[in-house]
Each structure stands twice: as C-alpha cells, then as structure tokens.
C-alpha cells in the first residue's frame, strides 16, 4: 500500500516496477519476500524483493561459562522457579549444558534435568517457532513455551498463561 502511494519515477524504472531492497540476518523466514511477490496478487502489484544479509548472529565465546554461573547463583539464593527465554537457536546448545541438561551424545535428558532441578525448578521459553523446531531437532527438548507472536511481549504473555495453569 506504502508502494502504491510513491511516485511511479520513484518505483519503476523505464515502466518496470523495482525491486525492493530488504535488510536481513542471516537466519529469517522468507514471509515478507514472498508475500509480496505472491502469485495471488495481480502482476501489476506484485514486488520482488532483493535480500542482503547485514548481520549475523552468533554466541558469546562465554555465555556458556557465564550463564553457569548465573544458574548456580540462583541455586545459592534459593530462586525456587525460573524462566531461560531463548531467543535465537544460537546459545540453546550451550543454555542446555549451562543447565546440565545434555547427555554425552549432546541430546536432551529428562533424568538429567529432573535431577539437576531440585530445589530450583528451571522453565524454558522459546520466542517462536524457528527456535522450537531447533530445540526439538537439535536436542529432543520440548520448551515449556513458545510464544505465539515472536517478540518479548510474546514470550511474556506465553510464560503468564503457563503459569496459571502450573
């Protein structure tokens, strides 16, 4: 619609619509690429979209040391429950060693974590479904949420409705 409201000089070029220039990580779904290039809408309105990756994402060196530390801080405290909102597939690898949750073959143990819970209960929060299926794939490991819009008010509504019903 925003298109619509520009000047053709500003949106074609020699009567050919331009393509727009759309910002990414180097992990994203394609939502926006293809639904403005769908086939559903008219030809004269569909956009391609050009895609440069302008950032990556990828672990601190020590976040797993560090997130550690943090887990056995809370323990000494006396935190009795916890929420760990994971917000990238990047650092679930090293959330879950930090958590003492992983066997030798690098897959989720429910033992492992019952075990290593007492007296902290630890609850994981995914912030969508990309980070979901990695955890699943990667690990075996079910999060206890995944928020229903990928954003932190997402994560906070999704870990308030768990917690009325746990």
Not at 29 to 36: A, N, S, V
Not at 117 to 129: E, L, N, Q, Y
């Amino acid at each position: 619609e925003h298109q619509k409201s520009l000047p053709e000089d500003v949106t074609h070029l020699n009567g050919t619509r331009l393509p727009l220039l759309f910002p990414v990580g180097e992990q994203r779904r394609d939502i926006i690429p293809k639904t403005l290039a769908s086939e559903s809408l008219p030809p004269a309105e569909r956009t391609s979209v050009m895609e440069l990756v302008v950032y990556e994402t990828g672990e601190m060196a020590t976040f797993e040391e560090d997130f550690t530390n943090l887990v056995q801080e809370a323990k000494k405290a006396g935190v009795k429950d916890q929420w760990v909102v994971v917000f990238s597939p990047q650092g679930c690898e090293a959330m879950l060693m930090g958590l003492g949750w992983l066997e030798t073959n690098g897959k989720f143990s429910e033992a492992r974590r019952n075990a290593t819970s007492t007296p902290m209960r630890t609850r994981i929060a995914a912030i969508g479904p990309t980070t979901k299926q990695f955890l699943i794939e990667q690990f075996g490991f079910q999060p206890d949420v995944v928020a229903e819009k990928p954003s932190p008010e997402g994560v906070a509504d999704g870990i308030l409705e768990s917690m009325k019903t746990t």
